[in-house]
């Protein structure tokens, strides 16, 4: 028996790293392949004829891109191998598009619904202006381009069975992780007692507006306050009780502009009631982009350091004990490059910044505001 | 006996060092700023067509009872090696393709088609031959710690052996490399403790056994009857890849003219004075788009030097450039044919397997190396600098008079 083990393992063994979401009998094939095609995976090869025949790397085609506003748009993803389509409602993917040379990351929270769809995923998507990847998927992607993914995560996520009570509170794009759960919740025929309070300039930018509108009228339990800020102004949450009366005996679920989650923040605090209130904060203030300096966080190693725009995160990391990895110390040798997994640091040399889902030189590299780097 | 004062030797002052660097930092960002799409698809493409080969070089060799399946295999399958190891391998470990950000493409993920891991190679290659290269005592690929290639070393009994362990190296030139990441020289001189060595050895025989093992053992295996002709197309087609990566890395630092350098000049260096040092301590051969391709670029070894971590596909356009500065600042650009350049370096380990009593010039100005001694007897810099005609006359004149007074 133990023999057995011991050879399964043995085959695995050069498909260790790779995810896959059909069983483990898929890596003992692609690691036996594997001793005819190392160092590669047989996926290298196979990708050439069929570019999401690869689990080394997820990868997804786009296969309809379809526009919800003017300036929104839903993007339908075709998975390739390696994609468990078992993610939670309200959770985000990640998406790596190929513009000019270079791949760019961003996260999007999925608004379909798991398991299903016929195996597709969905995204859905506003074009902001500072968001260079946001206006390309929005305005310019094809049909059939081929995308990276980043497998779903996020703590923002329905549990299964959900609670009795809930309470949606989102405003503009903020609504795509709410959509995900209203769209899963009617899939699963649940149907707990929900007030949405959702935000948007006028009627004809919210997004799923039809939808919203079509639930409201024929889901039970489904009460929807549309609040349309360009005639209405922004909610009152200083009053509140006047919109949901009931909002403390709810389980609360809010995604939207920064303002409005502080505001929500600060009255579920109030009451006490923040084991209640669930978040999700689409991007990290960037206030300080563009600025020297900042406060480094080593996310395995949980520490932290504040540095200047002249300490080098290496040396940063080295500070606080960190066994960073390094080399030649003048970035020449990519021994040192590590994930940066949020905010923004700036290249010493040469002045260029890089965002989250970039690989750094940390031996070249300082902060550009706060950051976090993957060791 | 070597370069110490590089400035002396270049003929430079501080300004004109200064410059040169701004210059060169100049093509660096023009070259940083316009990598695009092009770019990404020529490494793209370089990729699909290493593939197609490896895969169609392995196809063949399982018809090898055929004469023309085992030519046509062994071709491809030694071509697929030597893209992999020098357009592919060497470059993308160098971070050359990091900025398109594709995790498939980056220099934390590749993992190359030879014995040496990766990570060893980023360490005994990107860090210590880039950052000390041509120091003698800093940079372990002069010599690689088992030749003499310039006597500035000093002569030891078993360097009497200097041509049968370049042969060696040249044809085991896959496991030499993997190997020299143990370092032996530093164990020698107690700068690395036995237990680490042990510890690079584990990493390295896993790799190396792989290597081998999908060689000699899983496609002769597949290739069933075929199993003993698969088997010896499979070994030349490593010794085509050997012998050639071999030649052209010899070529880029052992030729005349590649200068090596004394460890007191690295410590008292400028950044500008890196890279001269990297300008005159390497060597270009001269090379077609095709032999600039299977040469991984590294026929542009110059200007690999100068920007090891920009994409090898632009290194032709550098050198137009880096070409023009050479001749703005008179400093020599060493290139020549690979014939030529090849047997220079050759030479050198021959006649190096002797001791200094048989070798004729002293180590301030011999082929392999030189120092600012070299012109201690003739005019002064300040001197030669701005004749009639305004053209500077700097280390390349002066190299050329020397050259006529000696004739």
């Known amino acids: ?375 | 006996m070597a370069i110490t004062d590089i400035k002396a030797y270049a003929h430079l002052t501080d300004e004109d060092i200064d410059a040169l660097a701004a210059e060169l930092d100049a093509i660096r960002a023009e070259v940083e700023e316009s990598r695009g799409e092009r770019d990404a698809r020529y490494i793209r493409r370089t990729i699909q067509l290493q593939r197609a080969l490896a895969a169609g070089g392995r196809i063949a060799l399982f018809a090898s009872s055929s004469r023309l399946a085992r030519i046509a295999g062994t071709a491809m399958l030694a071509s697929a090696k030597i893209i992999e190891n020098m357009e592919l391998g060497h470059n993308v470990i160098h971070g050359q393709w990091d900025w398109m950000n594709d995790p498939e493409i980056h220099s934390t993920e590749w993992e190359w088609d030879t014995a040496c891991p990766s990570a060893q190679w980023k360490h005994s290659h990107n860090f210590v031959h880039h950052k000390y290269t041509n120091v003698v005592g800093l940079d372990s690929d002069v010599g690689y710690g088992i030749m003499r290639v310039t006597r500035d070393e000093p002569w030891e009994p078993w360097m009497i052996g200097n041509p049968v362990y370049n042969l060696l190296l040249g044809t085991l030139f896959e496991w030499g490399v993997a190997l020299h990441h143990i370092e032996t020289e530093k164990i020698r001189n107690k700068e690395k403790t036995w237990a680490q060595a042990m510890k690079d050895l584990r990493v390295m025989g896993k790799k190396m056994g792989r290597q081998a093992g999908k060689d000699y053992l899983v496609y002769p295996a597949l290739a069933g009857t075929n199993w003993k002709s698969t088997l010896k197309c499979n070994v030349v087609a490593n010794l085509i890849r050997n012998y050639w990566a071999y030649m052209v890395i010899f070529c880029g630092h052992f030729p005349d003219g590649a200068e090596k350098f004394t460890v007191e000049e690295f410590e008292n260096e400028t950044r500008g004075e890196w890279y001269l040092r990297q300008m005159l301590g390497s060597a270009n051969f001269n090379a077609g788009p095709v032999m600039a391709f299977m040469s991984g670029n590294l026929c542009y070894q110059i200007e690999h030097h100068l920007f090891p971590d920009l994409p090898s596909n632009r290194y032709a356009e550098m050198s137009v450039r880096v070409r023009e500065l050479c001749e703005k600042y008179d400093l020599p650009y060493t290139t020549g044919p690979l014939a030529r350049q090849y047997w220079q370096s050759f030479w050198t380990i021959l006649k190096l397997a002797l001791p200094d009593r048989f070798l004729r010039a002293r180590p301030d100005n011999a082929p392999e190396t030189n120092s600012e001694r070299r012109f201690a007897e003739t005019v002064p810099l300040a001197e030669t600098n701005g004749d009639a005609s305004g053209r500077r006359r700097g280390l390349r004149t002066a190299i050329r008079q020397r050259m006529t007074t000696a004739a």
């Not at chain 1, 600060?266 to 900042?294: C, P, Q, V, Y």
């Not at chain 1, 989250?356 to 070249?364: K, L, S, V």
């Open chain 1, 1 to 375: 028996m133990s023999a057995i083990k011991a050879l399964a393992r043995w085959s695995k063994a050069p498909a260790r790293d790779v995810d896959t979401a059909s069983g483990p009998w898929v890596n003992i094939v692609r690691g036996l392949a594997a001793r005819a095609t190392t160092p590669l995976l047989p996926d290298d090869y196979l990708s050439l004829l069929n570019p999401l025949w690869s689990a080394r790397e997820l990868r997804g085609e786009i296969v309809a891109v379809r526009r919800e506003t003017e300036d929104t748009a839903t993007v339908f993803i075709r998975p390739g191998w390696g994609f468990a389509g078992d993610y939670q409602p309200g959770q985000y993917v990640g998406i790596g598009l190929r513009v000019n040379g270079r791949w760019h990351w961003r996260s999007y929270s999925l608004t379909s619904v798991p398991e299903q769809d016929g195996e597709q995923i969905s995204i859905t998507v506003k074009a902001t202006p500072e968001g260079f990847l946001s206006t390309h998927l929005v305005n310019g992607v094809e049909p059939g381009t081929v995308i990276r993914l980043a497998a779903p995560k996020g703590d923002f996520a329905l549990p299964d069975p959900p609670p009795p009570a809930l309470l949606f509170i989102s405003a503009g794009s903020g609504i795509t992780p709410i959509m995900g759960m209203l769209r899963s919740l009617r899939a699963r025929e649940q149907h707990p007692d929900i007030v949405h309070v959702h935000s948007a300039p006028s009627a004809d930018a919210v997004i799923f507006h039809d939808e919203l509108r079509e639930l409201e009228g024929k889901q039970d339990g489904y009460r929807l306050h549309l609040q349309l800020t360009d005639s209405a102004g922004h909610v009152d949450f200083a009053q509140f009780d006047t919109v949901v009366p009931d909002w403390r005996e709810r389980s609360a679920w809010a995604c939207g502009p920064a303002a409005m989650l502080d505001d929500v923040e600060n009255l579920w605090k109030e009451h006490g009631l923040d084991s209640e209130l669930h978040m999700e904060r689409f991007t990290i203030a960037a206030t300080d982009k563009g600025g020297e300096g900042g406060t480094v966080t080593f996310a395995i190693s949980d520490k932290q350091v504040e540095i200047d725009g002249a300490t080098t995160l290496l040396e940063a990391g080295e500070q606080v004990g960190i066994q960073m990895p390094f080399g030649c110390r003048m970035g020449i040798c990519q021994t040192c490059v590590l994930p940066l997994d949020g905010g923004n640091v700036r290249d010493i040399r040469s002045g260029d910044e890089h965002g989250a889902g970039d690989r750094i030189q940390t031996c070249i590299s300082t902060a550009s505001g706060d950051c976090t780097i993957n060791i």
